[in-house]
Nanobody, 124 residues
Framework: EVQLVESGGDLVHPGGSLRLSCVAS????????IGWFRQAPGKEREGVSC????????GYADSVKGRFTISSDNAKKTTFLQMNSLKPEDTAVYYC?????????????????WGQGTQVVVSS
């Protein structure tokens, strides 16, 4: 059974940084992709970034390019989302998702497994 556990959400001032983590269990190889999504109050969930664990192919939403960095530690089956220069509009519940894949998966409907989410609040 695949399980995803996110952590790292917090309250941070504008311009600050946070690092989110997602630990995946249940995959027998590195042939899976991880996506980070977020959902702000009253808005639809949107994709933030994604990575393939085997080849570390990476994608970012335009809204976070240059500010967020996704990375992975395959031995620990952990994916990180380093978020710098945070803005109030980055406030959302952040979810990691996973699916068996060896290429980038950017759409929400391409993912089969979801974590419970971690809250990020950017406010002064």
């Amino acid at each position: 059974e695949v399980q995803l556990v996110e952590s790292g959400g917090d309250l941070v001032h504008p311009g600050g940084s946070l690092r989110l983590s997602c630990v995946a269990s249940g995959f027998s190889s590195d042939d899976y992709a991880i996506g980070w999504f977020r959902q702000a109050p009253g808005k639809e969930r949107e994709g933030v970034s994604c990575i393939t664990m085997r080849d570390r192919d990476i994608g970012y939403a335009d809204s976070v390019k240059g500010r967020f960095t996704i990375s992975s530690d395959n031995a620990k089956k952990t994916t990180f989302l380093q978020m710098n220069s945070l803005k109030p509009e980055d406030t959302a519940v952040y979810y990691c998702a996973a699916t068996v894949a060896t290429s980038i998966r950017a759409r929400e409907d391409e993912y089969d497994y979801w974590g419970q989410g971690t809250q990020v609040v950017v406010s002064s």
